[in-house]
């Protein structure tokens, strides 16, 4: 089952196109597409009941597709979770996993224009996996069934304020607006052959920079939420970034990092893609105010 955020509205997505849940429901399911994860057996119960295939569609252009969890109460996300990446950045292998928070204000959609705050942003296509059921003190051999869904994401990084400092702290450099576009849509994990192993990558005008496949992450989703949930529960409707492999421009040689003008495409397998076009914003050289 797919379900999106068409003009902030949740809707279930097919083949023939898109359902309005509110209305296809008769109003037992609210159209606000964040409020449906605190009741998403309740849903899932309805949306797989018979009945919802002869549901009146409505108009759906990908275009107008909002971020499929537009407002998670904690985004966290994984560094350092694929040995080509570790190996580019210059790491040793991590014991555990090694987690930071991205604030959800960072959230954007599959198809937002992005404001570059400076010429140092960085790209990071990660799957994301969206809590379905709160999930605290799980094992990792039960944290699939704390799961929602699938989507996809970028982890945009602005490299000089996520590494300055005597002990680094990520989570501003990978927030401002913008930094967080996801989408295009919620894939539950029936759907798929293999939840842990799908293609992922990135592209920068067409410049392919990020190729890989999900099942070389060093931890696992499961593990990774087994992790996390052993100190903080996670919520429905949170997200968990769950990093990215080889390719990033400010491990390139020379560094190469996003620019105005630029197109940022990012896809996965069996999801879908996300097309976010690149803008001078406040702080960039070519944009209106210094940083
Ligand atoms: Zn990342």
Redesign the pocket.
């Given at each position: 089952m797919r379900t999106a955020n068409l003009d902030g509205r949740l809707v279930l997505v097919d083949d023939d196109g898109a359902v309005d849940v509110h209305d296809a429901s008769g109003g037992l399911f609210p159209s606000d597409p964040q409020a449906v994860f605190d009741r998403w057996a309740e849903f899932l119960d309805w949306a797989r009941s018979p009945g919802t295939a002869g549901h009146a569609r409505v108009p759906f252009e990908e275009r107008r597709l909002g971020a499929p969890v537009p407002r998670p109460r904690q985004v966290f996300?994984?560094?350092l979770?694929y040995s080509d990446h570790v190996a580019e950045s210059g790491f040793d292998t991590p014991a555990q996993p090694s987690v930071f928070t991205k604030y959800p204000t960072s959230l954007a959609g599959p198809y937002d224009t992005i404001a570059l705050p400076s010429a140092l942003v960085d790209w990071?296509v990660?799957l994301v996996a969206v809590i379905g059921a709160e999930a605290h003190r799980v094992a990792a051999a039960d944290a699939w069934r704390h799961v929602a869904g699938l989507t996809l994401g970028q982890?945009l990084?602005e490299r000089r304020i996520q590494l300055q400092g005597p002990a680094p702290q990520f989570a501003l450099g990978?927030s401002f607006p913008g930094f967080s576009p996801t989408g295009p849509v919620l894939v539950t994990p029936d759907e798929f052959d293999d939840p842990d192993d799908l293609a992922l990558g990135c592209a920068v005008d067409g410049e392919t920079m990020q190729e890989s496949r999900t099942s070389r992450m060093i931890f696992s989703v499961a593990e990774q939420i087994a992790w996390i949930s052993r100190i903080c529960p996670l919520l429905p409707g949170d997200l968990v970034?769950t990093?990215?492999p080889a390719g990033v421009g400010g491990a390139r040689d020379p560094r190469r990092f996003l620019a105005p003008g630029e197109e940022l495409h990012s896809w996965i397998d069996g999801i879908g893609s996300l097309r976010n076009p690149l803008v001078a914003g406040p702080g960039h050289p070519d944009g209106p105010h210094a940083l």
């Open positions: 996300a994984v560094a979770n990071e990660e982890d990084s990978k970034f990093g990215t």
